[in-house]
């Protein structure tokens, strides 16, 4: 059944250095696909920096909805902006980081219904 998803309902998950707003989950989708909505934050001056993390078996959509930011991964720091899109292999070690100090905001896409499982950190 189609349906229109509305932000400010979702499930929000704090994740280390970002906030994940769960749009669709395999619940929503018969097992198919996981969408997220993230806004991931600056890395903190003082703190300990994100690790990279890897989603075993499945790889990742990433839309830049808002911000500038850079994709740390195997081929090393890529840069990216508002309007781009990403597409990150299964099993390649990752993150997307603000390249200035405003938030970036993201819609990811995982097909999978449940990427909590297949990801580390």
């Known amino acids: 059944m189609a ?6 309902d979702a499930e929000v998950l704090h994740l280390r250095g970002r906030r994940a707003s769960v749009l669709l989950t395999g619940d929503d989708t018969n097992g198919q696909m996981t969408v997220r909505m993230v806004e991931v934050d600056p890395e903190p001056v003082d703190g300990e920096p994100r690790p990279l993390h890897v989603h075993e078996g499945v790889g990742e959509f990433i839309w830049i909805i808002k911000g500038s930011g850079l994709l740390h991964c195997d081929q090393g720091v890529i840069p990216a902006q508002t309007g781009e899109v990403i597409f990150v292999p299964a099993g390649e070690k990752h993150k997307i980081m603000p390249s200035g100090t405003e938030p970036l905001h993201l819609l990811c896409v995982f097909p999978t219904g449940d990427i909590a499982a297949r990801t580390k950190e």
């Open 3 to 8: 349906k229109v998803l509305q932000p400010h």
